[in-house]
């Protein structure tokens, strides 16, 4: 092999992502809007809970301010409807809404408080989250991630460490039963600029995705003229195709891995 061959596959080896862990039972979803994880990592999801894994959702928001056409007190009910219907497709039963105000997130002791009340209570390995990066890319000049994501994604980062320190937010152990938790071994951010990890994504897997999307119909009709089923297919499998050439060739969900 000549050096500049040797070269080339070592960089193809530096570029490629490691499989995602798959030693753990429980993980706990924790985004700001309905539709975040469905933009995202619902079809990492649909493999997971295949496999027998119980994954929760936790939503900061209702998704109330997201209809433009639609008043908040309304969207709120139908944006709650269409989130828990596209979890049914995906294998996931439980949902929370912490109920904070869509597009005011605040980053700090409040968001960081209830979001370490949900990881105790839940006691998750694996907590996912979505990019809380200034933007959506790395390249310069990329889209410009929303407030509420930077903030959102930011307090699970330190919630994490704060659901294991029995000093912080200890008012929460005169609920009976919840306790310290420090049993999070890892934060994945998916839709991050600096993946490191990825899923595989199956073709069964990836048709609950696109049903799980398409379940916010009315969030999509309100974003685009495009037909909702065509619009969620090109918004998955373009997702998915996203990284292929970094997995092997596989469609997958990408992750930037914290370990802890």
């Keep these: 092999m000549t050096a500049t061959a040797r070269g080339a596959e070592e960089q193809g080896a530096r570029m490629r992502l490691a499989a995602m862990p798959e030693d753990w039972t429980r993980a706990l979803a924790v985004v700001a809007h309905p539709d975040d994880m469905e933009y995202g990592a619902a079809a990492a999801v649909a493999e997971w809970t295949a496999q027998g894994k119980d994954v929760t959702y936790l ?12 008043d908040p007190a309304e969207a709120a009910g ?48 694996l907590v996912l989250t979505l990019n809380h990066h200034d933007t959506w890319g790395g390249a310069p000049g990329s889209p410009w991630n929303t407030p509420d994501h930077r903030a959102l ?15 912080i937010f200890s008012e929460q152990f005169d609920v009976e039963g919840v306790l310290p938790w420090d049993g999070v071994r890892w934060v994945a951010v998916f839709a991050s600029p600096a993946v490191t990890h990825a899923v595989s994504v199956g073709e069964e897997a990836t048709r609950k995705g696109v049903a799980s999307l398409l379940e916010h119909r009315a969030y999509i009709e309100a974003l685009t003229d495009e037909a909702p089923e065509t619009y969620a297919r090109s918004i998955v499998h373009g997702g998915l195709d996203l990284h292929a050439d970094r997995n092997g060739g596989r469609r997958a969900v990408a992750f930037e891995l914290h370990a802890r």
């Design 59 to 70: 939503l900061a928001t209702r998704g109330e301010a997201g209809i433009e056409t639609m």
């Design 153 to 167: 994604g930011r307090s699970v980062l330190d919630a994490v460490g704060d659901a294991g320190n029995r000093w």
């Design 78 to 125: 139908v944006r709650e409807a269409e989130q828990r219907a596209g979890c049914a497709h995906v294998g996931v039963t439980e949902v929370e809404f912490l109920d904070h105000r869509d597009g005011v997130l605040r980053e700090g002791p409040e968001l960081r408080s209830d979001i370490a009340a949900a990881i105790r209570r839940h006691r998750p390995e």
